[in-house]
């Protein structure tokens, strides 16, 4: 069971980074064109974000990670609910902006920040271990 947890927690992840910096880009594009700002189109990134640190949790809880490498233990959760977290404060954040120009900038830039701890989260999880 803890195979196929893992296996679709891997894929999932890979799949939620490449709708994250599509968002994010879509997001700067949206800014540069000035068009009204609808949170619809930061809502697939976010939803499989939490999916995928769901999928994470349940995992961590499954396979007793607690007691895996410390890189696996502690760093990669703590770096995806950062992602999680940062995702959704700048998303909250972009949706009480009056301007819609800053309101895209924002999401994006939350995106590409919840971006940057995805692929540090990715990169602990798949480092060899150091000793």
Known sequence: MT????????????ATT??????????????????????GAYVL???LLDIVVTFG?????????WQGRPEIAYVH?????????????????????RMAVDAHRTAARGLLLALLFILA???VASAPPFL
Do not use: T
Request: charged share 10%; proline share 3%; no cysteine.
């Open 57 to 65: 949790l349940v995992l961590y809880v499954v396979s007793q990670a």
């Open 45 to 47: 990134p976010m939803v």
């Open 3 to 14: 195979d196929v947890l893992y296996q679709v927690h891997m894929w999932l992840a890979y």
């Open 18 to 39: 490449v709708a994250v910096l599509v968002g994010a880009l879509m997001g700067f594009g949206r800014a540069k064109d000035a068009r009204e700002f609808s949170s």
């Open 77 to 97: 959760p703590v770096l995806a609910v950062i992602a999680l977290g940062l995702g959704h404060a700048l998303l909250g954040r972009a949706k009480q902006q």
């Open 121 to 123: 989260a990715i990169g």
